[in-house]
């Protein structure tokens, strides 16, 4: 049997509400469950691959379209080129899992992070909500709760979703 892969999931919420840290708190556990996950993060700013002062940030500044390093056991690419997530997901094939960070507003199926005192209730189109993880007492129509407090039960959900759809949310 064929399993398609990878799964594709955003970890969504307002500014700060804590997927970082959940998505953090999760890869361990993904990774001991025995997944191969990656994670693809959206900047809404702009941001520096290549920092200054470095070689390869040197490059970049003298005018290279892309640069590449590497030390044998991983590698970093940058290229100067407009760039979406569906390319970057691209690049993960050995991914079981592909967590997106943020993509709130997008149509990916998504964990979305609601943290008590930073938002009060989901912003994310329910439709494609997979679940809220909150310490709130919150509900939404058909859609699971999980605490935000206990990311072995994100990890939980997220692994019968990998098993439940073969590798499609």
Do not use: C, Y
């Amino acid at each position: 049997m064929t399993v398609a892969k990878p799964l594709v999931v955003a970890v969504s919420g307002v500014k700060n509400s804590g997927k970082t840290t959940l998505i953090e708190a999760m890869l361990p556990l993904l990774e001991e469950s025995g997944l191969t996950v990656a994670v693809v993060k959206h900047d809404g700013h702009s941001f520096d691959a290549d920092p200054p002062g470095t070689d390869t940030g040197r490059f970049m500044a003298a005018g290279a379209a892309g640069t590449a390093i590497f030390d044998g056991e991983k590698f970093k690419i940058v290229k100067k080129q407009p760039v979406t997530e569906d390319f970057l997901i691209t690049q993960f094939p050995e991914a079981d899992l592909i967590l997106l960070e943020g993509f709130k507003h997008t149509g990916w199926p998504k964990l979305e992070v609601v943290r008590k005192g930073n938002s009060e209730e989901p912003v994310s189109d329910p439709a494609t909500l997979l679940a809220l993880v909150t310490d709130l007492p919150l509900e939404v129509p058909d859609v699971p709760v999980l605490p935000l407090d206990q990311p072995h039960e994100a990890v939980r959900f997220l692994l019968r979703l990998v098993k439940e759809d073969g590798g499609h949310a």
